[in-house]
């Protein structure tokens, strides 16, 4: 799978050792940055180039991290097409593959253990989505897409 990450500078060591955990899985990792370890910069920057290099079809996932995962979420989920989920455990990971479709795992580099959000990226990897009920679900998230986003002739003065 080709699996785009970012991180802000908090997510920075996490997302080193989620790109070589996702490599030695047999991933194809493309990695948006931030790529200056000690720098401080804006998550919105990482959650928008993962959500674009995934809603664009650069990627089939996308894996985002900074100090929470809410931040960086908030950005990845403003993209048309993305469904960013901040997962916490092989819980919510699994459910938000399962139910959710998500397509970008957010998680929190300051809550969450190193093993733990190993152990959630496997299971959410390994986990089939569900169909039946929660596609309606899917296409009303879709449908929030395109009713949300302006019109070229709403945008114009
Ligand atoms: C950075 O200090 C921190 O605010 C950020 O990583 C994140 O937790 C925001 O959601």
Redesign the pocket.
């Known amino acids: 799978m080709r699996v785009a990450v970012g ?5 920075f060591d996490l997302k080193e050792v989620l790109k070589s955990e996702l490599a030695a899985w047999g991933h194809d990792v493309a990695d948006h940055g931030t790529l200056e370890p000690g720098v ?1 910069v804006d ?1 919105p920057d990482f959650g928008e180039a993962v959500g674009r290099a995934v809603a664009g079809g650069l990627a089939e996932l996308g894996v985002c ?10 950005a990845a989920n403003k993209v048309p097409g993305v469904r960013a989920a901040v997962v916490h455990d092989v819980t919510t990971a699994t459910l938000a593959r399962r139910h959710n479709h998500a397509n970008v795992v957010c998680v ?4 969450t253990g190193t093993t733990v959000v190993v152990d959630a990226l496997a299971a959410f990897l390994g986990a089939p989505e569900e169909h039946g009920r929660h596609d309606v679900r899917i296409a009303k998230l879709a449908g929030l897409d395109r009713e949300l986003v302006p019109t070229p002739a709403e945008g114009t003065p």
Do not use: F, Q
């Not at 929190?108 to 809550?111: F, L, M, V, W």
């Open positions: 991180s802000d500078h908090a997510g401080a998550y991290v900074c100090g929470t995962g809410n931040g960086i979420a908030m929190g580099a300051r809550t």
